[in-house]
């Protein structure tokens, strides 16, 4: 089958978005500019995070919050060989930034109930070189945050929340990616709000976002309030071509700013429709015995109002899979593991770190047998529902061990 009846994403692009996007193009100015700097504040003043700045991907907003973290010109900044506790349930590029920074990645094991870091693993992992927690949220949910930043408080470790999956989420009416030091967001296709290609990185210390200003743009000082200052040390220099730091080119483009800018106004709205379809669906299986003997969904942490990406699911062991997932895959519900699986069973692990001794039961169950189901509708049919529902009786029967 060519086409899903209920893919992961559907295209995510209205005409007011496009319409956005084609006036900028006919401008010919694309290169980052005025519509970056006014979604970046936008953006700061929705989600309450003072000091916000736009990327070309999330994945590169990861790596611009761990190059800040070592870089030089931090204050209080991480050593080569300092330790980052990071879920094994995660994504590539929350995982290499911490490995191309030098630092060194401690996984642990996640909460079987809402697939979020497990806090009593995290705490018996901190050793005296743990400097830093590098936070997964998970399809829209969330950990224990209390707990959490108990244990961040007493420890004094710094936290990236990279809430790449779960624009719009809150806890206990705060949004996630509000809670540490540093924190991300993806605004790639199949995310909460689109711009096909985009990210951002927020942090609370002005500090900090210099650096990562910098960072993002070859390093050069032209974008710093200290520009002026630097430019009288360095009179045989072009001004406009002063490299005060280290640096790479992750900027946006003032297409992807439009773009993103006019979802981010609707970020609620979205939120809200996507939810119901959600709930519509959860319902349906929740009333099947069947979909309830041999299926467990995902439910919100408490605290935790989830803006969610998809609908997480574990299987019963009594179930195969693999043979499941491409059952339903073939009749039209399009399906991916939940992130990328435990990560440490990846073969690039093995060229980049030793072995891993320590065991991630929760994981490896997750690996072995959770996946999940995107929301792509604005609107559910009832008939659609119930077809769902269906395929996955039919194929639950047909994928007993």
């Known amino acids: 089958m060519n086409k899903y009846i209920y893919p992961l994403v559907d295209n995510p692009f209205r005409k ?11 401008t010919r100015r694309i290169t980052m500019s005025t519509n970056v700097n006014a979604f970046e504040k936008q953006f700061s003043k929705k989600i ?27 204050k209080k900044r991480l050593k080569r060989g300092d330790e980052v506790l990071i879920p094994a349930l995660c994504w590539s590029t929350s995982l290499w930034p911490i490995i191309q920074s030098g630092l060194k990645p401690i996984f642990v094991d996640v909460d079987i109930n809402n697939l979020n870091i497990n806090i009593n693993d995290m705490e018996r992992k901190l050793t005296n070189k743990t400097k830093a927690i590098m936070l997964v949220h998970v399809l829209g949910n969330c950990t224990n945050m209390k707990l959490l930043l108990k244990l961040k408080n007493k420890y004094n470790l710094t936290l990236i929340e990279d809430t790449c999956e779960s624009l719009g989420s809150k806890y206990k009416n705060n949004f996630l990616g509000t809670f540490g030091e540093f924190s991300t967001f993806s605004f790639y296709t199949s995310h909460q709000i689109s711009s096909g290609e985009g990210g951002m990185i927020s942090c609370k210390s002005k500090d900090d976002y210099e650096i990562i200003k910098s960072l993002r743009s070859h390093g050069w000082s032209r974008d710093l309030s200290i520009h002026d200052k630097i430019a009288k040390q360095n009179k045989h220099l072009d001004e406009k071509f002063i490299f005060y730091n280290s640096g790479y080119n992750l900027r946006p ?3 992807s700013a439009v773009i993103a800018s006019s979802q981010f106004k609707d970020l609620n709205k979205f939120k809200k429709e996507k939810n119901l379809v959600r709930d519509q669906i959860v319902k349906k299986f929740r009333d099947n015995i069947l979909i309830n003997n041999y299926l467990k969904i995902t439910n919100a942490t408490k605290n935790c109002d989830p803006f969610w990406f998809g609908i997480p699911m574990i299987l019963s062991k009594k179930i195969n899979r ?10 039209g519900i399009e399906t991916r593991p939940i992130i990328s699986g ?20 929760n994981a490896d169950l997750i690996n072995e047998n959770g996946f999940f189901i995107g929301i792509p509708f604005n609107k559910m049919s009832n008939n659609l529902s119930n077809k769902i529902c269906d395929i996955f009786v039919k194929n639950l029967k047909i994928s007993k061990l």
């Open 253 to 255: 483009t003032e297409i």
């Open 342 to 361: 435990n990560f440490t069973k990846q073969p690039a692990i093995k060229k980049y770190l030793k072995t891993i001794k320590y065991k991630l039961p």
């Open 322 to 331: 693999n043979k499941f997932v491409n059952l339903i895959n073939k009749q």
């Open 16 to 26: 007011k978005d496009l319409d956005k996007a084609i006036k900028v193009i006919k």
């Open 48 to 74: 309450n995070n003072k000091y916000s700045t736009m990327t070309n991907s999330g994945s590169s907003a990861n790596l611009l919050a761990f190059q800040c973290l070592i870089n030089p010109y931090r």
